[in-house]
């Protein structure tokens, strides 16, 4: 089983549109939650932490359900510009410094006019 | 702002042949990765380094090898490069720290394709 999983998409949306995407995790004890952005033929880069109380920036809310193991992210009003892979990111080293993040295959994303 | 470099954006190579990719970051990061990318495969870990001489297995270090002789240096090595390593190979770096400091940040990537 993997330790990330994902909904590989394609989602695609119309300019304004709401989308949410889902992530699921499998390890209990994981510690850091994060999504990533990645563009067309770029390097993933850090979009936001998740933090357990749920948290927004900007058109962006992120939210995570420890007990169901299940991180989500919201993107309000749609720009041309979200387009991207969106990854799902969790630590699993059980409060170690190692480090490891672990990778979901992630979401893709196209927003069109 | 963190930057990590990579030695070359696109890499052609031939089947056999000794490859090297560097990788480095300016931020005093004590973790370095190395990872491929490959459609519908996503991300997959092949080595990490926690501190200078110090290396781990990812998930899939068969074919490949790592140098860290520098803290803000980490070498990955192919010793006989085969057509099934052709790849797009990501170098990251984190901070050592509480788990809130795990972020990692990516270099831009090498495109290698082994013919």
């Known amino acids: 089983r993997k330790e990330v999983e994902q909904d590989p998409g394609p989602f695609n949306v119309p300019e304004g549109a709401t989308v949410a995407f889902n992530c699921t995790y499998s390890?209990?004890?994981?510690?850091?939650f994060f999504w990533y952005r990645q563009d067309c033929r770029k390097e993933p880069k850090l979009l936001m932490s998740?933090?357990?109380s749920g948290n927004e920036d900007g058109r962006f809310t992120a939210q995570l359900n420890r007990a169901s193991q299940y991180i989500s992210l919201l993107i309000r009003d749609s720009k041309l510009s979200d387009s991207a892979t969106y990854l799902c990111?969790?630590?699993?080293?059980?409060?170690?410094?190692?480090?490891?993040?672990?990778f979901g295959r992630g979401t893709q994303l196209t927003v069109w006019p | 702002d963190v930057k990590v470099t990579q030695s070359s954006r696109y890499l052609v190579k031939r089947t056999g042949e000794k490859v090297f990719l560097e990788c480095v970051q300016d931020?005093?990061?004590?973790?370095m990765f190395w990872y491929r990318q490959d459609p519908g495969l996503g991300l997959r870990l092949i080595y990490f380094?926690?501190?200078?001489?110090?290396?781990e297995k990812g998930d899939i270090p068969e074919g490949y090898s790592v140098s860290r002789e520098k803290k803000e240096r980490f070498s990955l090595i192919l010793e006989s490069a085969s057509t099934n390593q052709t790849s797009m190979y990501l170098c990251?770096?984190?901070?050592?720290?509480?788990?809130?400091?795990?972020?990692?940040?990516f270099g831009p990537g090498t495109r290698l394709t082994v013919l």
């Open positions: 990111v969790v630590n699993n080293d059980r409060g170690s410094t190692l480090g490891r993040l672990y």
């Open positions: 931020m005093d990061h004590e973790n």
């Open positions: 998740v933090y357990s």
């Open positions: 990251a770096s984190s901070l050592v720290g509480d788990t809130s400091t795990d972020t990692q940040y």
């Open positions: 390890n209990s004890a994981s510690q850091s």
């Open positions: 380094s926690y501190d200078v001489k110090m290396k």
